[in-house]
């Protein structure tokens, strides 16, 4: 076990459960639901697969997922989002198992899940507790398995010969729309990485790297394979 006394708290930085429901506009668009069974459809889910959703938010791939006939557990740090997630799921007629808990205390028993996704929630924490995150998923998949993995990232350093940091970061919020104060909030307060570091640390827990997309602005999408009888080589 690891010492509780510096063990990173995930629940320190999810704010006020009034605040994250008053924002679940940003997770979910007139679209979601469609983006999801395209994504799920894509990763060729059957019925009867075992799925954790973790970050699960307001729950719309949980949903579809459940309505795919796969069996799911939908896994959030925030109560006010699980608390939308089964309003949703109850809406859908669809059955989800929901789970107050984030990418570091998840409960799962080793080599539970066909599918692991996780989108958008990675990048809440710094680089060593995303291995440790990582390295937790892969226990928790079953040898053969899966995880789609999409987050914030960077894919190029900020400081190179031609642009300083300050720099970098007006061609962001002036090129991909971004509005200012979230750009401001997000590098000072959260803890986006360089996609080739999340390769690396991907690599490094024992996945297979199947894929690696970036070609939505400072976004990442990862598919990795766990291989047959396979063991993670970060403990």
Excluded at 9 to 33: C, M, N, T
Aim: with cysteine; net charge negative; charged share 25%.
């Amino acid at each position: 076990m690891l010492a509780r006394d510096w063990f990173y708290s995930e629940r320190g930085r999810i704010g006020l459960d009034a605040l994250v429901a008053a924002r679940s506009a940003i997770y979910d668009h007139d679209d979601s639901g469609s983006r999801a069974r395209a994504t799920l459809t894509k990763l060729g889910v059957l019925p009867g697969w075992r799925i954790a959703d973790i970050g699960c938010g307001t729950g719309t791939l949980a949903c579809e997922a459940a309505k795919m006939g796969a069996v799911v557990d939908a896994v959030d740090i925030a109560p006010a989002m699980l608390a939308l997630a089964e309003i949703q799921a109850r809406d859908s007629n669809v059955a989800i198992k929901t789970q107050s808990a984030g990418l570091l205390s998840f409960a799962f028993e080793p080599g539970t899940f066909d599918l692991i996704v996780s989108e958008f929630t990675l990048h809440h924490l710094p680089d060593f507790w995303k291995a440790v995150a990582l390295s937790r998923m892969f226990r928790a998949i079953k040898p053969g398995g899966r995880l789609f993995l999409r987050d914030i990232v960077f894919v190029s350093a900020p400081d190179g010969t031609e642009r300083g940091v300050e720099q970098w970061a007006e061609f962001n919020i002036k090129n991909h729309d971004f509005p200012r104060d979230d750009v401001a909030t997000h590098m000072r307060d959260e803890h986006s990485t360089f996609g080739w570091v999340i390769e690396r640390l991907l690599t490094e827990v024992g996945f297979t790297l199947v894929s690696a997309d970036y070609h939505a602005p400072l976004h990442g999408t990862y598919l990795c394979h766990k291989p047959a009888a396979a063991e993670p080589r970060m403990q």
